[in-house]
């Protein structure tokens, strides 16, 4: 019997041109759907880390904690359509050399898995872009198809 074989991706700035979460803050914010406080908390880690004083993995939890509280109490529909329009007024949105790269490895017999701390909700959309086999992100919870604030430690 042939043992699968796997290939994993890292999504933000590896296959995705940004960063899924941060990106996302900062667009809700500029929309005005949601407070302009997380853009400035987010803003302000940002500084603190190109400033030495956090290390990069504090810095990008503060970001998904923000993210998680940002949308606590939107509908899951209404920030999937938020993220999809921040993806279509981005110049490009995956990087060019992923798709040929995962057509190939499928070729090759390769499971593609995506993997990132990003939230589940652009990759996702992103996994569906790609069309890998799976993906992990970090999940927020979720109560009747709305955000509830937590995110989950269990990844999707």
């Known amino acids: 019997m042939p043992k699968t074989r796997f290939a994993f991706f890292d999504v933000d700035k590896t296959i995705f041109n940004g ?14 759907v949601a407070q302009i406080k997380y853009k400035e908390q987010y803003l302000k880690a940002l500084e603190q880390y190109k400033a030495g004083r956090i290390e990069y993995n504090e810095a990008a939890q503060i970001c998904l904690d923000l993210f998680s509280q940002m949308v606590k109490g939107m509908s899951v529909s209404r920030i999937r359509q938020l993220v999809r329009k921040m993806f279509s007024q981005m110049d490009y949105v995956i990087y060019p050399w992923v798709f040929p790269v995962i057509n190939h490895l499928r070729r090759l017999k390769f499971k593609t898995i995506l993997i990132s701390a990003g939230p589940d909700i652009a990759i996702e959309l ?12 970090t999940y927020i919870d979720r109560v009747d198809g709305v955000f509830y604030w937590q995110i989950s430690r269990n990844f999707k």
Do not use: E, P
């Open 19 to 32: 960063y899924t979460a941060s990106d996302f803050l900062l667009f809700a914010a500029n929309q005005k």
């Open 126 to 137: 992103i996994n569906r872009q790609v069309k890998a086999d799976q993906f992990m992100a």
